[in-house]
């Protein structure tokens, strides 16, 4: 048998206030800072990052590398509103981001690629060739 179980309306706006309450902190709202998404994989040669960024101009995309951090920066533009049309639903998030990685020691700051495609930046930053042990040679006086 179903049963369905209905709150009384006061209680429903106190669950739904609750969860506002807990959830703010956590949920960005329009116009704030958004992270786009970041897979980050290691072998061998080097660390790679992939960054979503479906909606961003290469050109406004900034990538340093400082002391150990690498920095990813840029800013996707809001779709301005005109007096002819009207958003029924905005999902999408806006304006700047910024997203730091702290890179081991085991990397070359100095040997950092980024290729943009197809809205994907790709960030190469290659390992530091570890000293090969060589044989030293005791001579005789």
């Known amino acids: 048998m179903f049963y369905r179980t209905t709150l009384p309306l006061p209680m429903v706006s106190f ?7 807990f959830d703010a902190p956590f ?5 704030d ?3 786009p998404a970041v897979d980050v ?4 040669r080097a660390m790679t990052f992939r960054v979503d960024l479906p909606g961003v101009a ?3 995309v900034s990538v340093t590398a400082d002391r150990g951090v690498l920095t990813i920066a840029g800013e996707r533009a809001a779709e301005e509103q005109t007096s002819d049309t009207r958003f029924h639903l905005v999902e999408r998030s806006y304006g ?3 997203r730091a990685f702290h890179l081991p020691e085991t990397v070359d700051q100095e040997k950092v690629e980024a290729l943009f495609a197809n ?3 790709t960030v190469t930053v290659a390992k530091k060739v570890p000293p090969t042990p060589r044989k030293i040679e005791v001579k005789t006086v």
């Open 15 to 21: 669950r739904r206030d609750l969860t506002r309450l």
């Open 27 to 31: 949920t960005p709202e329009r116009g």
């Open 58 to 60: 290469p050109e406004g």
């Open 119 to 121: 809205g994907v930046l």
């Open 96 to 98: 700047s981001f910024r």
């Open 41 to 44: 994989r290691e072998d061998e």
């Open 33 to 35: 800072a958004w992270a």
